[in-house]
């Protein structure tokens, strides 16, 4: 394994267990955080957004594209906190460098419907934008908080959230106003965005998620 130097962005809920990935400062790319292959349990996460050093190597049996893109194994016992941060601007200034353009950017010009990415596309799963704090809103749908934003080339996308701190702030009362009243107050937004794995067997669908928001 080699040793990386990465800031954690993305903290999502995956059911019952966490996907972990972060933004390697050496390599200048994202990476995806598993442990055997798997997603982290709720003991393992991280309290807050970090700066880490880790042991880390590719998968010796790599999943489909676009998640192989970052997927990397990694020791967790070999991790070293260099640094915590609170999710706005200090946050969002050392992942600039993470920054696209817009959405389809991102994920190299192959989102279709302003939705998803088909299954088995080699492209990025992970990213981010940038864009005026007003260009997000949350609203909920069955029950189910979602982001409504508006990228930098115009373009309209409504998301699942999926980011662990979002949707804990959202769950106290199931109300999307304080989550709108920090972005009314904000002039910013720095929008991790990734994709889904493929829900069902016969769907060939990786759709848009909200993996974090770090308004400033």
Known sequence: MKKSHIIIS?????????CIAGF?????????????????????IPTRYCEILVDNEEFKEPRDYPHRTEDVNID???????????????????LKSSISKDIQ???????????????KT?????????????????FTEDGKLRARITDYSK???????????LRDIFEKDKDVKNLNNAIAASQY???????ARKFLMQENHCYLMLNGLFLY
């Open 122 to 138: 080699k492209c990025p799963s992970l990213g981010a934008i940038l864009i005026p704090a007003h260009n997000i809103e949350f």
């Open 10 to 18: 993305d903290i999502t809920c995956m059911k019952e267990k966490f």
């Open 105 to 119: 950017s991102i994920f190299h010009h192959h989102v279709k419907e302003n939705a998803y990415v088909p299954q």
């Open 155 to 165: 373009q309209l996308y409504e998301l699942k959230v999926s980011c662990k701190y």
């Open 76 to 94: 967790i016992k070999s991790i070293e906190i260099l640094q915590e941060f609170e999710p706005g601007k200090e946050l969002a200034n050392a």
């Open 189 to 195: 937004a720095h929008c991790r965005i990734g994709l």
């Open 24 to 44: 390697d400062t050496y390599e200048k790319r994202m990476k995806r955080l598993m442990i055997d292959g798997g997603y982290w349990n709720a003991n393992q």
